[in-house]
T-cell receptor
Framework: EPEVTQTPSHQVTQMGQEVILRCVPI?????FYWYRQILGQKVEFLVS????????KSEIFDDQFSVERPDGSNFTLKIRSTKLEDSAMYFC???????????????FGQGTRLTVV | AQSVTQPDIHITVSEGASLELRCNYS??????LFWYVQSPGQGLQLLLK??????LVQGIKGFEAEFKRSQSSFNLRKPSVHWSDAAEYFC????????????FGRGTSLIVHP
């Protein structure tokens, strides 16, 4: 069964450093998303991406964050100058169809746990 | 903006007992509604979704949910819980006619006693 894969599963970084979280969406999917979940809190939407550009983003997704699809398979989230409060589980997701289409189910990866120390 | 509330942080049930997890949403029109499950060390898996039509929705793993517009609720139910159902359950809402992007509740942790 096709699945969304994320690497690494756990990353520890020092405050102020840059991190890149990687995701391989399901191959025929066209819409990609990043969410995060701070420990003990709810899953929060960060950004959606379609046709090589951001289609929606939340207020959390400020200039510290960027996304990229560097090749035909990877979808990355870059966090510049990390802060302690960036520590969270980051989930990547992808869906086949337009959000208002038929196949709108978002398939989620297992997440990358980011710890900023 | 839409929001979703899961009033129960933890629910404990005995194996074989019935289960109902509560979810209330806040939005004026009919939203898209979802339930996801997150098992330990796993990603989020879609259990079921409601877009329109029959208000009682069947999902995977024996789960069902009922959309009640009058109560702004979308509660998840299972008639007989298995130990493997122990997980975190998330209700999510997306806008109908607007952004589908799911907004998640804080989650309910299900504990199953043997």
């Amino acid at each position: 069964e096709p699945e969304v894969t994320q690497t690494p599963s756990h990353q520890v970084t020092q405050m102020g450093q840059e991190v890149i979280l990687r995701c391989v969406p399901i191959s025929n999917h066209l819409y990609f998303y990043w969410y995060r979940q701070i420990l003990g809190q709810k899953v929060e939407f960060l950004v959606s991406f379609y046709n090589n550009e951001i289609s929606e983003k939340s207020e959390i997704f400020d200039d510290q964050f960027s996304v990229e699809r560097p090749d035909g398979s990877n979808f990355t989230l870059k966090i510049r100058s990390t802060k302690l409060e960036d520590s969270a589980m980051y989930f990547c997701a992808s869906s086949e169809d337009h959000p208002q289409g038929v196949n709108t189910e978002a398939f989620f990866g297992q997440g990358t746990r980011l710890t900023v120390v | 903006a839409q929001s979703v509330t899961q009033p129960d942080i933890h629910i404990t049930v005995s194996e074989g007992a019935s289960l109902e997890l509560r979810c209330n949403y806040s939005y004026g029109a009919t939203p898209y509604l979802f339930w996801y499950v997150q098992s330990p060390g796993q990603g989020l898996q879609l259990l079921l979704k409601y877009f329109s039509g029959d208000t009682l929705v069947q999902g995977i793993k024996g789960f069902e949910a009922e959309f009640k517009r009058s109560q702004s609720s979308f509660n998840l139910r299972k008639p007989s819980v298995h130990w493997s159902d122990a997980a975190e359950y998330f209700c999510a809402v997306g806008l109908s006619g607007g952004s589908y992007i799911p907004t998640f509740g804080r989650g309910t942790s299900l504990i199953v006693h043997p």
